[in-house]
């Protein structure tokens, strides 16, 4: 089964940055490049809501609130899908999830957690 790890979440003031990575560990590049990955955010007590997603493809796609914001992209050589995150608001506090569909399967990770304070 895929394994994938989210990491470089942490605590963050108002209007900083942060780069999240999902990670495939023991993936090959063929099994790599087949995933659509997606970031989810959840916030405690709500519903767990797509924040940006990329296709095996390199088509891309935000949430309103994020756009402009937010950057997701992949590098296939050290086969990582990564979440820039700039301009950050209190309000994008919460558990960062990494989500990958492949081959019909969905595959989520554990989360991390990012705090944005004001």
């Known amino acids: 089964q895929l394994r994938l790890v ?3 979440g942490g605590p963050v003031q108002a ?7 999902c990670t495939f560990p023991g993936a090959i590049l063929s099994t790599f490049t087949s995933i659509d990955a997606t970031w989810y955010h959840q916030a405690p007590g709500k519903e767990r809501e797509l924040v940006a997603a990329i296709t095996s493809g390199r088509n891309t796609n935000y949430a309103d609130s994020v756009k402009g914001r937010f950057t ?6 050290k086969r990582a899908v990564y979440l820039q995150m700039n301009s950050l608001r209190p309000e994008d506090t919460g ?7 492949l081959w019909g399967q969905t595959h989520w990770g ?4 990012v705090t944005v304070s004001s």
Not at 15 to 21: D, F, H, I, K, T
Not at 72 to 77: E, P, Q, T, V, Y
Not at 95 to 101: E, F, G, N
């Open 95 to 101: 558990v960062y999830y990494c989500r990958a569909d």
């Open 6 to 8: 989210e990491s470089g």
């Open 110 to 113: 554990q989360g991390t957690q």
């Open 72 to 77: 997701i992209s992949k590098d296939n050589r």
């Open 15 to 21: 209007g900083g940055s942060l780069r999240l990575s």
